[in-house]
């Protein structure tokens, strides 16, 4: 292999690499940041009923969390675009979806940043209907 087709696969790998990256950061804005938070103002709690204190410590730290996450996202979209070179991943849509009535260019292509976060929070969304049917029973007690 050549160095310039070495030089091309390390940067697919890495590009690859930060889309995966990013893929686990957008997962985190709906599952680890949010239970993080909610486990740390547990701690600042000293009864079932706590004062509004550990609701502001929540609140305004998953605020935060996912704030820096994001503009973490921002950063790395950044670092794939330069690896690769595209804006966008390309066109999404299947060529048996189309009408024959669609013209040839429906929109730009979605960039990897938008199907990063729509694909975390389809992911998030199938985890949480099995978690809901499948993991946490009936809320109803046992007669």
């Known amino acids: 292999m050549n160095p310039e087709g070495k030089h091309r696969a390390g940067r697919t790998f890495a590009a690859g690499a930060v889309a995966g990256v990013m893929l686990l950061a957008a997962l985190s804005l709906w599952s680890i940041i949010p239970l993080v938070w909610l486990w740390i103002g547990s701690q600042f709690a000293n009864s079932q009923f706590p004062s509004i204190g550990p609701y ?35 066109p999404i849509r299947m060529g048996w979806m189309k ?19 729509i694909g975390s929070v389809v992911i998030a969304f199938i985890a949480f209907i099995a978690w809901f049917f499948i993991a946490a029973g009936s809320p109803l007690p046992d007669n």
Do not use: C, M, Q
Not at 76 to 83: A, D, F, K, S, W
């Open 56 to 90: 502001l410590i929540v609140l305004f730290g998953a605020i935060a969390s996912i704030l820096l996450v994001a503009w973490i996202l921002g950063r790395l979209n950044e670092v794939y675009i330069r690896l690769t070179g595209a804006r966008d991943v390309g």
């Open 99 to 117: 009408s024959l009535r669609d013209s040839e260019k429906t929109g730009d292509p979605p960039s990897l940043i938008e199907v990063v976060i």
